[in-house]
């Protein structure tokens, strides 16, 4: 089954990344009878990849982006292949770093899914991990807000996520999950070593059950008023502690 990703960068990304999986490019032009500057760059990338470029009709575009932000440009793809939760330990592996996993434990908004992602791939994590049920998958959405990291940041799904953390756990990886009433603040927590952080739904958090398998629970220490954070900003913050305290390591200062 064919996906359908919209917008500049991930469609140029596609075409960077995985020209083989681009079935056609569509583009819509302007009111001038032109396409947009960027819908240029796409044709051009298009046409070096030997990639087919047809034209959209008029409200083609805004209809199968589901009225998001398609900037005249879309890309008809081959289906999105999940990954399996050793592929991403083995990516880990051959990339000679300890592991970094991003955990999702029912986020259900594919645009924050793009999101964590972009900042995942931004940060140096080795890739997701969902729940096949009750969590949002790899959507166009999801795409358009990744803004090409999708395409670089592989996603695995898993049937029971509490197996999963068990697995990594045997595979000697930490896991981290965040929550508000967390027991430390999570710069108190050694995360040089293999990590999985595990983040909770938007309305709910972390569940029970996750949240008593993980070996760790953290906070967020929090300044302001607002007594949380966004899913996707919460995990980007984490994921760059997990950054920092990683090149900390490797240039002494810590």
């Known amino acids: 089954m064919s996906r359908f990703v919209y917008g500049l960068n991930p469609v ?13 490019v569509l583009l819509e032009r302007g009111r001038d009878g032109r396409p947009s500057h960027g819908g240029e760059r796409v044709k051009e990338a298009a046409s070096a990849a030997g990639v087919r470029v047809d034209e959209a009709s008029h409200g083609e575009l805004a209809r199968r982006s589901g009225g998001g932000v398609h900037q005249g440009v879309g890309a008809e793809l081959a289906g999105f292949r999940y990954a399996e939760l050793p592929d991403l330990l083995e990516a880990a ?8 996993l991003l955990v999702l434990d029912g986020v259900t908004d594919p645009q924050n899914l793009g999101a964590l992602a972009r900042s995942a791939h931004a940060l140096g994590a080795h890739g997701l991990v969902l729940p096949k049920d009750r969590a949002a998958g790899v959507t166009p959405a999801a795409f358009k807000a990744a ?5 670089h940041c592989p996603v695995a799904r898993v049937t029971n ?22 027991e430390r603040d ?19 958090g972390v569940r029970p059950l996750v949240r008593k398998t993980c070996d760790h629970v953290a906070r967020i220490p929090m300044s302001g008023k607002v007594g949380s954070l966004n899913v996707s900003a919460a995990g980007a913050i984490a994921m760059y502690e997990v950054a920092r305290q990683r090149r900390s390591q490797v240039t002494g200062n810590r």
């Open 147 to 151: 803004a090409g990291a999708l395409e």
């Open 161 to 182: 996520l509490v197996r999963a953390l068990d697995d990594l756990k045997n595979s000697q990886i930490w896991t981290v999950a965040l929550a508000a009433d967390g």
């Open 186 to 204: 999570l710069s108190q927590i050694d995360l040089t070593s293999g990590i999985a952080l595990v983040l909770g739904s938007e309305g709910k």
């Open 12 to 24: 140029l990304e596609a075409l960077r990344a995985h020209p083989q999986d681009v079935l056609r």
């Open 93 to 100: 592996r051959a990339s000679g770093r300890p592991a970094f």
